[in-house]
């Protein structure tokens, strides 16, 4: 039987180390290796790609992975409804779908860019915001979805210890997003002390320019209008967003 030899390099010395001639074969596509010389031996090598394109695309699924991965961690980050889940907007068929589709086309951070959906329970239009913010995400922008009695929880939560920010910096930490979306925005209780709250909230969402999504019920429109001193942030709210009305049946009921 043939030997081929390899010099190789042992202890700082050149050294000759015997192979036996033992072609091999692809264990993919099963084509035979081939000799190969190199400046100094002479080695035995696939004929194919096969191998580097199986770790190219290893390296892809990988790679995939990870990014699907990174979206499912910003889609929990964002806070979207458990109910939500799965559901796209290309699959919508509730109103509004080509309003969505025109807002993310044309969206951009920092522009006082907004939507007001406004409709009874159940018409869609809270899996609408969810699914525009879902399609904001896949392009790269940071979304967070929160209902609006939530959002006032955690910005007064800052007066107690389970907070560590304080309650101008926790109001920061919500404009630090491209898109805030909330959700039953009229449900809250306002008493002295919330509406101040409320008042420094919208108004540093105005000042920083904060793109917002608003879903309401329009008995909760109709609630917040009869507030006193609450006109001026109603107002705040209008000139950030254009309102959508919801007029279709519940989908909850028919499809029940």
Not at 25 to 38: A, D, R, S, V
Not at 52 to 73: S, T
Not at 201 to 225: A, D, G, L, R
């Amino acid at each position: 039987m043939e030997h081929i030899a390899e010099t190789v390099m042992v202890d700082g010395n050149l050294e000759a180390v015997m192979l036996n001639q033992n072609p091999q074969t692809c264990e993919i596509c099963g084509k035979p290796y081939i000799l190969k010389q190199y400046s100094r031996f002479r080695v035995y090598v696939p004929d194919c790609k096969c191998r580097e394109n199986q770790e190219k695309r290893e390296a892809e699924i990988k790679e995939r992975a990870k990014k699907r991965a990174e979206l499912k961690r910003r889609y929990k980050d964002a806070g979207f409804p458990y109910d939500t889940r799965g559901k796209r907007l290309k699959t919508r068929t509730c109103e509004h779908t080509d309003t969505a589709w025109e807002y993310i086309k044309k969206f951009q951070p920092k522009k006082r860019q907004g939507l007001y959906f406004v409709g009874k329970v159940g018409n869609g239009k809270t899996t609408l915001a969810v699914c525009i913010g879902k399609e904001l995400i896949l392009r790269g922008y940071k979304v967070k979805f929160v209902g609006f009695s939530q959002a006032i929880r955690i910005l007064q939560s800052t007066y107690g210890t389970k907070n560590p920010l304080e309650f101008m910096e926790q109001v920061r930490e919500f404009a630090k997003y491209d898109l805030l979306i909330f959700d039953d925005f009229g449900r809250e209780a306002y008493k002295d002390r919330t509406l101040t709250d409320v008042a420094d909230f919208v108004n540093h969402i105005y000042s920083e320019q904060t793109n917002v999504i608003i879903t309401s019920n329009p008995e909760m429109v109709e609630k917040i209008k009869q507030i006193p001193d609450f006109e001026a942030m109603f107002d705040r709210f209008f000139q950030m967003t254009k309102r959508k009305n919801f007029t279709r049946p519940s989908y909850r009921r028919i499809d029940g």
